[in-house]
Nanobody, 123 residues
Framework: QVQLVESGGGSVQAGGSLRLSCAASGLTFSRQAMGWFRQAPGKERESVATISRNGVTVYSDSVKGRFTISRDNDKKTAFLQMNSLKAEDTAVYYC?????????????????WGQGTQVTVSS
């Protein structure tokens, strides 16, 4: 059974930092592209960052330069380091996984999702 479990969310003041983790089990982690998404109240879910199997990263314009996605294949864990947080970063953050071939940078769909972790940034 595949599980993605996010952790590291919480409340922080604007300008602060948080590091989210996504621990995966039940899948071959090294074959997955990993992504972080977020959904704020009343808004659609949006992509935040993606990391391919071989470490190529893609960011949304809203987080570029502030967030860093990374992965540790040995620990089967993906990370999202969030710096210089803003009130508009407040959302539930989800990680996702997709089994892809090596050349895929950003999947067009995702196979597995975590349950989400709340991030609240106060101004």
């Amino acid at each position: 059974q595949v599980q993605l479990v996010e952790s590291g969310g919480g409340s922080v003041q604007a300008g602060g930092s948080l590091r989210l983790s996504c621990a995966a089990s039940g899948l071959t982690f090294s074959r997955q592209a990993m992504g972080w998404f977020r959904q704020a109240p009343g808004k659609e879910r949006e992509s935040v960052a993606t990391i391919s199997r071989n470490g190529v990263t893609v960011y949304s314009d809203s987080v570029k330069g502030r967030f860093t996605i990374s992965r540790d294949n040995d620990k089967k864990t993906a990370f999202l380091q969030m710096n210089s947080l803003k009130a508009e970063d407040t959302a539930v953050y989800y990680c996702a996984a997709k089994n892809v071939i090596l050349s895929v940078i950003v999947p067009t769909s995702w196979d597995y999702w975590g349950q989400g972790t709340q991030v609240t940034v106060s101004s």
